[in-house]
């Protein structure tokens, strides 16, 4: 069966059989094809001295979301839908001086709120950094290009978002480390 098309018999019924269908072909045919473009555009960058995110976004119906929440362990994934989900390296080795930044940051917030400040991107960073949870390579490549907002570091977070989403990015010690990080990890 290839997208809810069954041998012989015409088009399948059963909703689940295109979602499951469309499921293998993204992870087996297309997402091979990103990554291997993502990896080219990457390496001219970087080449060219620029560090920024690229990546696909994944667009898939409405009608395919899960909004259950359901987790779905490996076991089911190999049997449901023909693929395990691939492991990224992570990296928890930045500064504890980002993380007690990206605290500082959330200890504000707590108290004054997030206010006009931050996207959800940002306000997870701080999260993450504050718990230091693993992150990846592409949060790594996020954060080394948020110091494009560094001349905003010093505004006091009571008159501005600059200096709050600054320690919400892990602050200098974060952003520092995140660009001699990427440079690390993309000599491999």
Known sequence: MLL????????????????TASTLFD??????????????VRRIMNANGYNLDVYFKTLQPLEFTD????IVD????????????????????????????????LEWVDKH??????????????????????ISRDTIARMASFR??????DVP??????????DAWGGSAGVNWAISKLKQIDKK
């Open 67 to 70: 909004l259950s929440g359901k």
């Open 113 to 134: 709120g997030w206010g006009d400040c931050g996207e959800a991107t940002g306000k997870r960073r701080a999260s993450q950094l504050a718990s230091k949870s693993p």
């Open 74 to 105: 490996k076991e089911t994934q190999e049997k449901e839908y023909g693929f395990n989900k691939v492991e990224l390296e992570s990296y928890t080795d930045y500064p504890k001086s980002a993380s007690n930044n990206a605290k500082r940051a």
């Open 4 to 19: 809810g098309i069954k041998d012989q018999t015409g088009l399948g019924n059963n909703a689940d059989e295109l979602k």
């Open 148 to 153: 494009r907002h560094q001349q905003h570091k």
């Open 157 to 166: 977070y009571s008159e501005g978002c600059g200096g709050l989403m600054w």
């Open 27 to 40: 992870n087996t045919v297309i997402r091979p094809i990103q990554k291997l473009l993502l990896d080219g």
